[in-house]
């Protein structure tokens, strides 16, 4: 089961990678290195999730680093 999901979700990154491409070849190439990274790195996270769901998501991350932030300026 895991394997199919990974494959449905390896195959959406590639038909996104695939259609927006041919729009980014004319860009800068510091454009087109950081689309990749992104799209790694939202693959990566999302296959992550597929193992470990219980991972706490990114809006915990920003929580736990700037709530000793807020309070402090408060």
């Known amino acids: 089961m895991k394997a199919g999901e990974i494959i449905?979700?390896?195959l959406l990154v590639v038909v996104i990678f695939l259609?927006?491409?041919?729009?980014?070849?004319?860009q800068p190439a510091?454009?087109?290195?950081?689309?990749?990274?992104?799209?790694?790195?939202?693959?990566?996270l999302a296959v992550l999730l597929v193992f470990f769901p219980e991972l706490p998501g990114p809006t915990?991350?920003?929580?736990?680093?700037?709530?000793?932030l807020g309070k402090t300026l408060e």
Do not use: E, H, M, N
Request: without cysteine; positive net charge; charged residues 15%.
């Open 8 to 10: 449905g979700i390896t």
């Open 19 to 26: 259609w927006d491409w041919p729009k980014l070849s004319r």
């Open 30 to 44: 510091t454009l087109r290195t950081a689309f990749i990274a992104v799209t790694v790195l939202g693959w990566v």
């Open 60 to 68: 915990q991350l920003v929580d736990t680093i700037f709530k000793p």
